[in-house]
């Protein structure tokens, strides 16, 4: 297996004269976790289309698990899982008979299926399902035996495309622990998610992609270093405005106003904090910079599409 | 010019997918499939039968069997080739699913068409076993009518998964039949010989697909000459090859863009 898994040169995509993904270049190596991070629309789902062969890029070079992708996409797709951004789960089968029926999709025989079940049910927390109906799961559920029937064929590569999104806190955290397994067993995943904590929490190198571009790359915590003050206060409540012009513009580096809440930037927020105490009507909080304030300084604040 | 499919062993998990899914609602399944042309057998080939007599020197149940037989693997393979199909392609995205693991729309669709052919053979089984109960059939020559079926079922097969392929919802299939399945129905020689259409109508009827099938089959159900057997299969061929492969280049069109 090469120690790159994926590379992509100048990778693009146009529906019509519209670029979708506009020359992006990707290099993800061997047990990393990738996080492709980007507002809705930004071309996310379309880049992974084109990693897993069933889109042809309009320009740009691929090469996923060695092989020269779409020309060797199906021979790639044997060594590949996925999860896609929608369920696809065959409602006309139990959860073992969608295992088993997926498996026979990769040629592997039924009695060596058979013997890949247990752990699959394992993975997925469902081992008291194993003849359930899919109707019968709830979301998170489905989700999990949709990322197990990613791994029949024991993967090299897992691609999921926002995992967790519409799932409650529980079901979100066993799929994190899922996904560090997976990471233990030597795997590489790319994700894409909305949610910036569980890409903080899980992704070693992270893209926060915008517009079919790539806007930044590096590890989570690089990022927040490069692009925002160390530092948060969000405060809210009467007379922002006044406080705002009269102390917080001296005080922070930065500040910004989303809504009825004003983010502050700071270096150091000791003056900043011990104005606020004299100010005991605003409400505030007080937080380290994360992922969520690079992305939203990179993408802009307001809402898109 | 697209190029030509790929063929490989991969249809075969995709077929065996549909049959297990069939398995399970077998019930509601062969009612439709079976129950429906057996009332029109029976209704029309007795009833109407009753008035008639004969139709090219045949009691008509017996002339009507052979076209029966034949309809009925046309519906059964143009239904699963549209409702059932759709519902896999877009509702469901079974086919997304399948091409996201190492197969491609090749195999999907090959898989799918010789599906088709299998439902109809299965419809026309039990079809056949029932004009054999009411001795409608004297000879062993009959039998060929099975593999006839499974070539009716992927031929249709593939013509509807033309039609699914550009469908952009479910009742777009109306047009299908109406402009094209019902008129065949009616004219292919399923409830009488075309001889008496006017010259034009009974040009366009040998154009038809379902003619062809008629004429094989009957000649293989019953006492009237089996003739002209490469040229009817050949026609059946054609058109089934075509539709297979023009079925793949607007698959790919749709799907894998
Ligand atoms: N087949 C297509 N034809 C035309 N436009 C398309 C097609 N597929 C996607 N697009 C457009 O490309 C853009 C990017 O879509 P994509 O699904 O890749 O975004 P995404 O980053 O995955 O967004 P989300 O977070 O909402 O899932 C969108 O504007 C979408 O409308
Ligand atoms: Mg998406």
Partial sequence: ?305 | MMPLPQISRRWIPVWWRNVNVWRKLAGPSLVGNFGEPLFYLLALGYGLGGFIGEMSALPYIVFLASGIVCSSAMNTATFEGLYSAYTRMKVQETWGGMISAPMTLDDVVLGEVIWMGTKSLISVSAILVVTLLLGLIDSWLAFWVLPMAFLIGCCFGAMALVVTAISPSYDFFLYYFTLLITPMFLLSGVFFPPDNLPQAVQFAAQLLPLTHAVAVVRGLMTELALENVLLHLSVLFFYGLTAYWLAIVLLKRRLLV
């Fill in chain 1, 1 to 305: 297996m090469p120690d790159l898994i994926v590379r992509a040169r100048g990778l693009s995509k146009r529906y019509g004269d519209k670029a979708v993904v506009d020359g992006i270049d990707l290099n993800i190596e061997r047990g990393q976790c990738f996080g492709l991070l980007g507002p809705n629309g930004a071309g996310k789902t379309t880049t992974l289309k084109m990693l897993l062969g069933n889109t042809s890029p309009s320009a740009g070079e691929l090469t996923v698990l060695g092989l020269p992708v779409p020309a060797q996409a199906r021979r790639m797709r044997e060594r590949l899982g996925i999860v896609p951004q929608f369920d696809n789960l065959d409602p006309d089968f139990s959860v073992v008979e969608n295992l088993r029926t997926y498996g026979s999709f990769f040629g592997i025989k039924r009695r060596e299926m058979d013997a890949r079940l247990p752990a699959l049910l394992a993975f997925a927390a469902l081992e008291g399902k194993a003849d359930a109906s899919i109707s019968e799961l709830s979301g998170g559920m489905q989700r999990r035996l949709t990322m197990a029937r990613a791994l029949v064929n024991d993967p090299d590569l897992v691609i999921l495309d926002e995992p967790t999104t519409g799932l409650d806190p529980q079901a979100r955290q066993l799929i994190w622990r899922r996904l560090r397994q997976l990471l233990g067993q030597g795997k590489t995943l790319i994700l894409t998610t909305h949610y910036m904590d569980e890409a903080e929490r899980l992704c070693d190198r992270i893209a926060i992609v915008d517009r079919g571009r790539i806007l930044v790359e590096d590890s989570p915590p690089a990022l927040i270093r490069q692009h925002i003050e160390p530092q948060v206060v969000e405060v809210y409540g009467p007379q922002l405005e006044v406080w705002c012009e009269e102390f917080a513009q001296a005080l922070a580096s930065r500040v910004e106003q989303v809504g009825e809440t004003l983010f502050c930037y700071c270096e150091d927020e000791t003056a900043l904090l011990r104005s606020l105490a004299d100010h005991p009507a605003l409400h505030f909080l007080h937080r380290r910079a994360n992922l969520e304030d690079v992305f939203l300084k990179l993408t802009g604040k307001e809402l898109r599409e």
